[in-house]
């Protein structure tokens, strides 16, 4: 009986968990889908500087 209990227990706490994980995922995704994370908007920013100097690189070649 107690054994029961305990599993009984043990699958709440993995439903709350369970729930909650969810709840944070979902967030995550909304605000990377809506450009709100930080880390999105810093790899976004080295993505364009890094975009940039490629285009430069190819507009003014260096003479060899």
Same mark, same amino acid.
């Given at each position: 009986m107690e054994?029961?209990?305990q599993v009984k227990l043990m699958e709440e706490d993995y439903s709350?968990?369970?729930?909650a994980f969810t709840k944070i995922m979902?967030?995550?995704m909304l605000w990377r889908?809506?450009?709100l994370l930080e880390s999105?908007?810093?790899s976004n920013q080295e993505n364009?500087?890094?975009e940039k100097e490629q285009n =430069? #690189?190819?507009e003014n070649p =260096? #003479?060899?």
């Open positions: 054994a029961k209990r709350e968990k369970l729930k979902l967030v995550s889908g809506a450009g999105d908007k810093e364009a500087n890094r =430069s #690189e190819d =260096s #003479e060899s």
